[in-house]
């Protein structure tokens, strides 16, 4: 539990330090995840024509951008976080030129904690779905009930999925500190959250639940806006919304990092930084 609370106080101090300058990159990801998405509202009907050509580029799109958004993202919050907590001043400068001097890093163990996490929840949801039709065979007769609620299953797979997220906890801070790449920054993240992968599990339930609630008391007031106006509002806050929650995916990762490096390794703050000249 006191793992739990530290990380969040001290998570809290260092957004409050560095808000202005992880809130203007957040905005930035954000707008070139949700690109691919603006893109056909742009083109409108007139270009209904060329938005069927290119429907599978846009999928892909669709896809990859908020991942890549993300990744980069971190890989600017986290150094900015990382000086924060060893005392310095950072600008926004200094956190985009020294984020992407390691985006390289970053997406190298990316891509295999991704490849991971998603067969990983693919593989929840298909279980409980499979279960629950062996289970209560009167269940297939609400396959296409279960196809809907595809969002919610995700949920619950993402949930399933967990304590393995929380090995893999700390790979941006390992890959841009330690100068580890894929599987290596994966072992190293494993090895330093091993003993704390339970409050670390917490830590993603409770970020994965507001999250998922916060979203859909978004989409319960776009559901009931009546005017247009209220409409362009709640999209405006949700891109806001979007990146606050990614901003925060990014620093508690950092902040975790800085405590298990003390607890286990004896490593000071001040120290952590070293890493990224």
Known sequence: MQFFLNVFV?????????????????????????APRL??????????????QAMS????????LPWL??????AVVTHGALRILGGQHVTPMECLTGGIARLILVLRVAVPATILVVFLVSLAMGSMMILSMFALPELSLLFPLLIAAAPLSAFLGWLLAIPVVAALWVIVPVAMTD???????????????????TPISA???????GIFLL???????????????????????GWVLVSLLWIVAAVLPAVSYGALRMEKEGVG?????VGLE
Not at 21 to 31: D, Q, R, V, Y
Not at 217 to 233: C, T
């Open 10 to 34: 001290v998570g809290y101090h260092v957004l409050a330090r560095g808000i202005w300058a992880f809130l203007m990159f957040g905005l930035a990801a954000t707008a070139l995840a949700a």
């Open 39 to 52: 893109v056909p509202r742009l083109i409108g009907d007139a270009g209904a024509g060329m938005q069927e």
């Open 57 to 64: 580029g846009l999928a892909i799109l669709t896809m990859l």
């Open 69 to 74: 958004a993300f990744f980069c993202l971190a």
């Open 179 to 197: 100068k580890l790449a894929g599987f290596a920054s994966i072992a190293r993240s494993a090895a330093l959250t091993k003993g704390r992968r």
């Open 203 to 209: 830590i993603i339930a409770t970020l994965s639940i």
């Open 215 to 237: 979203f859909g008391a978004l989409i319960w007031l776009r559901f009931y806006a009546d005017s247009a106006v209220v409409g362009v509002a709640m999209e405006l806050a």
């Open 269 to 273: 703050l001040d120290e952590l930084a």
